[in-house]
């Protein structure tokens, strides 16, 4: 069983930076693929980006594409969700993931495996 918690969210002005970590435990954490996601308030919970075990592979929603970096650190039991360029759009609770299976990753909230408890990042314009 991988518990997975969040932490770096909170308040940026638009055109700022955030950076988000999750930190995993009671598990392999090289035999996790990790993604992170997010939820707008009344919206559905969404695919935000992915990265393989081994770091060398990562996918990215269109929607953050060229702002947000995704990262990995084994040694540490850490992903993390480099986030630039910040739009009020971004606003949202941001959910790490995490799932023995990449692809499972790559198909949306209702497959992976693993979720932490959520960090809330709020963008103002």
């Known amino acids: 069983q991988v518990q997975l918690v969040e932490s770096g969210g909170g308040l940026v002005q638009a055109g700022g930076s955030l950076r988000l970590s999750c930190v995993a435990s009671g598990g392999t954490f090289i035999a996790y693929s990790m993604g992170w996601f997010r939820q707008a308030p009344g919206k559905d919970r969404k695919f935000i980006a992915a990265i393989n075990w081994g770091g060398d592979t990562t996918y990215y929603a269109d929607s953050v594409k060229g702002r947000f970096t995704i990262s990995r650190d084994n040694a540490k039991n850490t992903v993390y969700l480099q986030m630039n360029s910040l739009k009020p759009e971004d606003t949202a609770v941001y959910y790490c993931?995490?799932?023995?299976?990449?692809?499972?990753?790559?198909?949306?909230?209702?497959?992976?495996?693993?979720w932490g408890q959520g960090t809330q990042v709020t963008v103002s314009s």
């Open positions: 993931a995490a799932d023995t299976n990449y692809r499972h990753i790559l198909s949306g909230p209702n497959s992976s495996n693993y």
